[in-house]
């Protein structure tokens, strides 16, 4: 099994801490990035509305936003600079 995370330096309009992933079938990319590697891409929905710690409220309203977005090998990340991480597991994907 390989993991893939998503990168803030590769998603700069997507809040990685508040997003939802949905499954769905994902593109393959080969980038010639760390002498070839192969990426995903998908959509996600994001949103970068600040959430209540430690509160249940079942009636918050929150506004996410589609975007496309691009994800990375896990063992690959901070390699290109300073940035956020967060990975998701996409055993239902596969």
Do not use: H
């Not at 918050?60 to 936003?65: A, G, N, R, S």
């Amino acid at each position: 099994m390989l993991v893939y995370c998503l990168e803030s330096i590769d998603n700069p309009g997507i809040n990685l801490f508040n997003s939802l992933l949905w499954e769905q079938k994902l593109k393959e990319n080969y980038e010639g990035i760390f002498n070839g590697i192969i990426t995903l891409s998908g959509e996600i929905l994001t949103s970068w509305q600040e959430l209540p710690l430690y509160e249940k409220n079942k009636n918050l309203k929150i506004d996410y936003e589609k975007k496309k977005f691009k994800a990375i090998p896990y063992f690959l990340w901070a390699n290109r600079g300073k940035s956020k991480m967060s990975i998701w597991s996409l055993s239902k994907i596969f």
